[in-house]
């Protein structure tokens, strides 16, 4: 199964900025989305960016869109989210998800954002 770890998750000031990773590696199958999630506390888990591994096909969520921005490494397995003028309620655990079919089919473990006023 696909094992994803992000990192690069923290403490920033309202307007700051962060650039998560997050590293695949163990792939048992042939995927070619990557996305990105946050959970919020008392919320439900929101997609906030994707990318089609093989292609470079993007998407976001309208909250996010033009403050953040999702790349990708093929060489390293590795998709970054570059996040840019954060706001409070970007507050959150980000996860990086294998999205198969549309459907996050593998989780990592979770990296915390918390952005201060």
């Known amino acids: 199964q696909v094992q994803l770890v992000e990192s690069g998750g923290g403490l920033v000031q309202a307007g700051g900025s962060l650039r998560l990773s997050c590293a695949a590696s163990?792939?048992?199958?042939?995927?070619?989305?990557m996305g990105w999630f946050r959970q919020a506390p008392g919320k439900e888990r929101e997609f906030v960016a994707s990318m089609s591994w093989r292609g470079g096909r993007t998407a976001y969520a309208g909250s996010v869109k033009g403050r953040f921005a999702i790349s990708r490494d093929n060489a390293r397995n590795t998709v970054y989210l570059q996040m840019n003028s954060l706001k409070p309620e970007d507050t959150a655990v980000y996860y990086c998800a294998s999205v198969v079919a549309g459907t996050p089919a593998y989780w990592g473990q979770g990296t915390q954002v918390t952005v201060s006023s």
């Open positions: 163990g792939r048992t199958f042939s995927s070619y989305d």
